[in-house]
Structure formats: structure tokens, C-alpha cells
């Protein structure tokens, strides 16, 4: 058997051994900054990661890691309380092996969230952003043998970001008397900040946000089937001019990432609880 379904599989082997039976409909991968959504999660069973066999362990600010199952707007979910990134120095099948972890415990949709940067000048600091579609400047996850058991060879990616989960959204958002942006968001490797060149090559080529993470996970969860909603939080804005100053700063993106938390709580679990 390939070596790389060897890995899922015992790993969601593990996982599931600890779920006591419990049968997770959704997983939402929480980002910089945006783990406290995890303190609200009734009756939680959690997983460190470093407990799960075959599993990569995060090493990021703000990334606590740990698998967190348990009841979110009366749904059962799985929830990363920190991802991996590509600039970890992970490969692509390990930076995504968890997606397909929870595609293999029977997850049907894939919420995700991040810490972003605003290539759009009407985003300030704090802005919650729907993300309605991405740019890839990441070595996709895909490459490589096919693994049928997930997904075809070449999956469509017309609509990455699920259309209905989208206008649950906004009519959450409503109801809760705040606005949400959607936005493109551009994945990039990082780990350093983009140059004012960089800015406005990728604000000119359609995208409104710019970030490390996500996009990825999102090519395998489309990968595997999964319906994917996704949100990003405005945590600095891009430089377009080279000045002599340091405009962003690692520790400030998870400080503004919790501040937008108090938001993002209560729309998660009611899009959860919709589903």
C-alpha cells in the first residue's frame, strides 16, 4: 500500500479510537491567533498531537496543537487548534495529511481560518473577510501519485469555497449586525513578509488578501469531497513603498487575530449549526 495511506490510516485509526464513538460532520482548522473558538467547544475530548502517530506537530506562534472534538451549535466537530505551514519546512502530504485524516473519520465539510494580510486599500486592521476564491503560489498538494481512494486525478477547482455556505454567511453576519468583505485570497510559501514589489504584483493580479496558510488544505479537502467554507482576518495592512520601517510584525498579527475572535465565535457556530 502506498506509504502515504499507511500514515492516514493510522492516524485516523488513533484518533478515532479516542472519539468514543462520536461521529464529527464538520472540521474547522483554526489559524493564527483564532484557537480560543476552541474554549467554547462543549464536552471536549482533546488529542495532542504529539499523541497521534504519524502526525506532524506545529511550531508557530499561537498554534497550541491539539485535535478538539466535541459540540459546536449542537453539531459534532473536529477542530485543529493550529495548522501547519509549507515554510515549517513540511512537505506538502505531511502539511496536509490531517485534512485527509478527517476526510477518513467521516467529516463533510471543512471550515477553515486564517490570519491575513490586506492587499485591497478598502480592508482596515480587524475586517473579517469571506473568502470567495484563492491564488495558488504554493507547490500544489496534489503532485505526485494519485491516491483513488480520495479523489480524481485532476478535480475541478471552478468553485473551491461552497457557494450556499457563503450566503449562510452573509445572513449570519446580518443577523449578528456586522459586515463581512468577500475577498481573493493569494497563498503564498512565506515565512517572510511580502516586499512592496511582491504587493502590488499580487494586488494586481485580482487577489484582496495575501497569506501562508490555507490553500493547501483546501486543494485536498476538495481533493476528498469535502464542502469548504473559509474566512480570513485582516491582521495587517501591505505595504506598497519601500520606507525604512518594519510595517509588520508576528506578535501583533495574533494580538489583532483575537481581537477579531469575539466575531468570529458566534458566526462559526451558527454556520455550524446550519449545517
Known amino acids: 500500500m502506498d506509504e502515504r495511506i499507511n500514515k492516514i490510516n493510522t492516524a485516523a485509526e488513533f484518533i478515532e479510537s479516542k472519539l468514543d464513538g462520536r461521529k464529527p460532520i464538520a472540521a474547522i482548522i483554526l489559524g ?3 484557537g480560543k473558538l476552541a474554549e467554547i467547544i462543549e464536552d471536549p475530548i482533546i488529542i495532542p498531537y504529539t499523541e497521534i502517530p504519524c502526525f506532524p506537530v506545529s511550531t508557530v506562534i499561537g498554534h497550541k496543537g491539539n485535535f478538539i472534538c466535541g459540540y459546536l451549535g449542537g453539531k459534532c466537530v473536529l477542530a485543529m487548534q493550529g495548522r501547519f505551514h509549507y515554510y515549517e519546512g513540511y512537505d506538502m502530504a505531511t502539511l496536509t495529511r490531517p485534512v485527509r485524516v478527517m476526510s477518513k473519520l467521516g467529516v463533510k465539510f471543512l471550515l477553515v481560518s486564517n490570519a491575513a494580510g490586506a492587499l485591497n486599500p478598502e ?9 470567495k476564491d484563492h491564488i495558488n503560489f504554493m507547490p500544489n498538494p496534489l503532485i505526485g501519485p494519485n491516491m483513488e481512494e480520495f479523489g480524481t486525478r485532476f478535480p475541478d477547482m471552478t468553485c473551491p ?3 450556499e455556505l457563503q450566503k449562510k454567511a452573509l445572513e449570519i453576519a446580518e443577523e449578528l449586525g456586522f459586515k463581512l468583505h468577500q475577498g481573493i485570497y493569494f497563498g503564498g ?3 517572510s ?8 504584483f499580487f494586488r494586481s493580479s485580482g487577489a ?3 497569506g501562508m496558510s490555507t490553500v493547501p488544505e483546501v486543494i485536498v479537502a476538495r481533493h476528498c469531497g469535502l464542502r469548504v467554507f473559509g474566512m480570513s482576518v485582516v491582521t495587517n495592512i501591505c505595504n506598497t513603498q519601500n520606507v525604512e520601517r518594519n510595517f509588520n510584525d508576528g506578535e501583533d498579527v495574533v494580538m489583532q487575530a483575537n481581537a477579531a475572535t469575539k466575531r468570529m465565535i458566534p458566526l462559526f457556530t451558527k454556520l455550524v449549526a446550519s449545517l
Open 32 to 34: 493564527s491567533g483564532l
Open 123 to 131: 480592508y482596515k486592521v480587524g475586517d473579517t473577510i469571506i473568502i
Open 161 to 163: 469555497y461552497d457557494l
Open 189 to 191: 510559501t512565506g515565512p
Open 193 to 200: 513578509y511580502e516586499t512592496p514589489a511582491e504587493v502590488r
Open 208 to 210: 484582496d488578501l495575501v
